[in-house]
Each structure stands twice: as structure tokens, then as C-alpha cells.
């Protein structure tokens, strides 16, 4: 059993452990990250949002998305309560689907310097029509598994 890394932040005061409010926008959230306890190891973390939503910045009307997040982990780890409240930050911001989903993952690949991150926003509809957005960074490391997102395509009913 290993001992618990410690967190570190990058000029921030660590949010867990304690109550932490909401961030009124994606830009005032403080994402935190941990100490990667298998940094000699190529492994595939996932994280997944089924309940994001987001603010459509012309018409003001909600957005909702499941957001997958898989990543091979380099030194660092994210730490899944800053990402959690980050992620709930954007039903604050109007912001398009585009943005939401690239601005993620560029956020954190600055934040963790992963050897690959990519990022899926599975929108549905709105005006009959769904929106999916799909990026990455880096290069899957060969003799990785990086399962399919899992996100079915959209069906019209």
C-alpha cells in the first residue's frame, strides 16, 4: 500500500479537504494537482461529466453535454474535486461547444503536461442538431489502452 502523495498547487491554496463554493467561471476556477504515484507507468485515466452543461452565448439557453476526459498521466494527476467544480463552472458563461470542450483540455494539459490527453463533448441537440468536439494532445504511448469514449452516437427518436 502506498502512502497518499502529497498535493501541490501551482500558487494556490489546495481546495481539498475543505469547503470550496462553486467558481462563478471556468477562468476564476483553481484546478489542483497531485503528485502522480506511478510516473514510471503508462496508464489511461478517464473522467467522465454526463451532466455538463453550458450557457449558449447568443441565446442564453442551456447546453448539455457528457464530457469524457482520458489521459496518460506524466508527473502530475488532476485533482477530480477542482475538476468537477471547474467543469460545473461553465453553466455560468455563455460559451460555445467548441470552446467549452477545447478550452478543457488545453487548460489541462498546461496544468499536468500529460504524454497525451484527449477530450470528447458529446452535446445534444438543440435545434435538432447534435454537436460532438473531439481533441488531443500528444501521442498515445504504444502498448496503451485507450478504450473507445463509450459516448452512443445520437439517435433521433
Request: charged share 20%; with cysteine.
Amino acid at each position: 500500500m502506498s502512502v497518499s502523495p502529497r498535493p501541490t498547487t501551482k500558487g494556490s491554496k489546495l481546495q481539498l479537504g475543505r469547503p470550496v463554493g462553486l467558481p462563478s467561471s471556468p477562468d476564476k476556477a483553481v484546478l489542483d494537482r497531485v503528485p502522480n504515484p506511478h510516473p514510471d507507468t503508462n496508464y489511461v485515466a478517464r473522467f467522465t461529466m454526463p451532466e455538463f452543461t453550458s450557457i449558449c452565448p447568443v441565446t442564453g439557453q442551456p447546453d448539455f453535454a457528457i464530457i469524457v476526459i482520458d489521459y496518460v498521466p506524466n508527473r502530475f494527476l488532476v485533482e477530480s474535486k477542482t475538476l468537477k467544480l471547474y467543469l460545473n463552472s461553465f453553466r455560468n458563461v455563455g460559451s460555445f461547444h467548441e470552446d467549452c470542450t477545447v478550452s478543457i483540455g488545453k487548460r489541462l494539459v498546461k496544468l499536468l503536461g500529460p504524454r497525451w490527453l484527449r477530450i470528447g463533448g458529446y452535446f445534444y441537440p438543440r435545434g435538432g442538431m447534435p454537436i460532438d468536439v473531439f481533441w488531443q494532445a500528444g501521442k498515445l504511448p504504444a502498448n496503451v489502452w485507450a478504450p473507445d469514449q463509450g459516448v452512443e452516437r445520437y439517435r433521433g427518436r
